[in-house]
């Protein structure tokens, strides 16, 4: 039997869809809170069948920093993937992020390795991933200390999976860049695309990886099936400026695209701006250091290793914002 963590947001999602669809007998880990009908709502984009498909998945309700529930839903399991994370980008959910994303991840290696699991697929992100100036970035780069509370929470949960392999557990680390997918309007890149639709002044002028979710799911699978692990995996399928990104999604919404560059310095004015909001209003922040800093970084990724392990074809980004902006437009 196969456990997933984090199914009810956009990769776990579509890993359960993928994983049922094939009729692999899944049980999927969930918070007491979270609900389950965006799952739903995402098996309906792709399947007439959804109700019958997502009545295959067991849910069993857990949390990955209470062991006991990870005893119950380990029993059984031969394989996991481990998809569940904070993703936050503010320092005011640093610690939250470093109970889940760290102390998670190291109970879920622990049970994992007490409980003989056989093969074992983390999902990291490419924020974990060192940065090389105007050279292509790849698995070799070094990590290196940021002010980003995201990227550090997720490079020390990859020291837990690495700890994990050393121990014998048969482990394997994606490094997905952007995942566009659809189904999560209010998180990730979903978010950025609802930001879109309600109208942008400015685009920012960074640069960085984009992945089809369905290519991400794909790959995770592939890896697991052939036996690939103590290794981690750069996925990106094409490297594009967050400009073309947004013209792209306001040619597919028919949408006026921004025509200024949001310089540093307006960033840095929002920023203080924010900040006022915050302490007036006490209100969470918006903006932070992190946001502004990975919104002018111009990173390119090399998907070099995952082409010639696999010898994967990628999903063309721009087919992968049709497919997603169509989706947004049955919201």
Not at 48 to 74: H, P
Not at 211 to 232: A, G, H, T
């Amino acid at each position: 039997m196969i456990l997933v963590t984090g199914g009810t947001g956009l990769v776990g999602c579509h890993l359960l869809y993928s994983l049922v669809n094939e009729n692999k007998k899944v049980r999927a880990l969930h918070r007491k809170n979270s609900k389950t009908d965006s799952v739903r709502k995402v098996f309906s984009y792709y399947s007439k069948d959804y109700k019958k498909l997502f009545d295959k998945i067991e849910w069993i309700e857990g949390d990955i920093n209470d062991i006991t529930s990870l005893d119950v839903a380990f029993q059984n399991i031969s394989e996991i993937y481990h998809c569940a994370a904070f993703i936050s980008f503010s320092n005011q959910d640093f610690n939250a992020m470093k109970k889940i994303n760290v102390e998670g991840t190291a109970n879920m290696v622990n049970t994992a390795i007490d409980n003989k699991v056989d093969k074992f697929c983390y999902v990291s992100t490419i924020a974990a991933i060192g940065e090389r100036k105007n050279m292509l970035i790849d698995e070799e780069c070094e990590w290196k200390e940021n002010n980003n509370p995201y990227s550090k929470t997720k490079h020390d949960a990859e020291l837990e999976v690495w700890r994990g392999i050393s121990e014998g557990l048969n482990a394997v680390i994606v490094n997905p860049g952007v995942i566009i997918g659809s189904g999560y309007w209010k998180r990730g890149s979903g978010a950025f695309i609802t930001q879109i639709s309600r109208g942008m002044n400015y685009f920012p002028p960074g640069k960085t990886g984009f992945i089809c979710v369905k290519d991400v799911v794909k790959i995770m699978r592939e890896l697991m099936d052939k036996n690939i692990f103590s290794e981690r995996f750069l996925l990106v399928a094409e490297n594009w400026t967050q400009k073309d990104f947004i013209y792209s999604v306001c040619n597919y919404l028919n949408l006026k695209s921004p025509l200024k560059k949001a310089s540093k310095s307006i960033m840095i004015l929002g920023l203080i701006l924010d900040a006022a909001r915050s302490f007036f209003l006490n209100k969470r922040r918006r903006l932070s250091s992190a946001i502004i800093k990975s919104s002018h970084s111009k990173n390119e990724y090399s998907n070099k290793k995952i082409s010639s392990v696999l010898n994967y074809k990628f999903t063309m980004v721009e087919k992968s914002i049709k497919v997603t902006c169509e989706n947004f437009k049955l919201n």
